[in-house]
């Protein structure tokens, strides 16, 4: 085979493994940003009407309102 088609036949073959390569990493990237927002744990307090969210694993026992302390369980949709 002609040394030529060699060369064309691994610059091609090199850039489609970037591509993946790149395709694969900003897609992992983009999972975890994602999990970090989708955990977030939205709350609307009773007393003042605030809207607030956290990011804790468990707030099964409520969290107190940051503006006036009132303990509120999360919203669930
Ligand atoms: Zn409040």
Redesign the pocket.
């Known amino acids: 085979m002609n040394p030529f088609t060699w060369f064309i036949l691994l610059y091609v073959g090199s850039a489609l493994v970037g591509t993946i390569v790149l395709w694969l990493w900003h897609d992992s990237r983009d999972k975890v940003s994602f999990e970090i927002h989708r955990r977030q744990k939205a709350f609307h ?1 009773v ?4 809207l607030y969210s956290l990011r804790k694993h468990d707030v099964s026992e409520g969290e107190a ?1 940051p ?4 303990k ?1 369980y999360e919203l669930s949709f």
């Open positions: 307090c007393r003042c009407g605030m309102c503006e006036c302390g009132y509120n």
